[in-house]
């Protein structure tokens, strides 16, 4: 398998251990990880994960899932093209929950090193996201 497909693999396990039981991730990601577009103060490693997707995340949302779109891998990076497809069920920003779907369309950079995830950047589309939360 090329380096670029065990990249990608990895990216793969990364999104299913973060929206399953995280019980895995220790082996996804090193233990100095940080995710960029996580909120100040979160721990570096396997630690800001869980927080992330079960605290932050799992507060805001239910019955996420990620639908992949495509991938891209050069060197140590990929970009991972996708959408979190989930359910609004906490408050966020201000917005009641009503129980909307919302589909939200994201990229994400993972840099790879000694075969974990050791850094990542996200962009989405965050005003998309707001007027699915109050439709």
Request: negative net charge; contains cysteine.
């Amino acid at each position: 398998m090329s380096m670029s497909q065990t990249n990608k693999d990895l990216v793969r396990r990364y999104y299913a251990e973060a929206l399953g039981d995280l019980a895995g991730i220790e082996q996804v990601v090193s233990p100095t990880f940080v995710d960029h577009h996580f909120p100040p103060g979160l721990p570096p490693g396997p630690a800001g994960v869980r927080q992330f997707f079960q605290t932050i995340l799992g507060g805001i949302f239910g019955e996420m899932k990620i639908e992949h779109d495509f991938m891209l891998a050069e060197g140590d990076k990929v970009d991972c093209h996708f959408a979190l497809v989930a359910k609004h069920t906490g408050e966020f920003a201000g917005i009641k929950p009503k129980g909307n779907s919302i589909r939200c369309p994201a990229i994400s950079t993972f840099r790879i090193a000694e075969g974990k995830l050791a850094e990542a950047w996200e962009i989405f589309d965050s005003g998309k996201l707001l007027e699915q939360m109050r439709a």
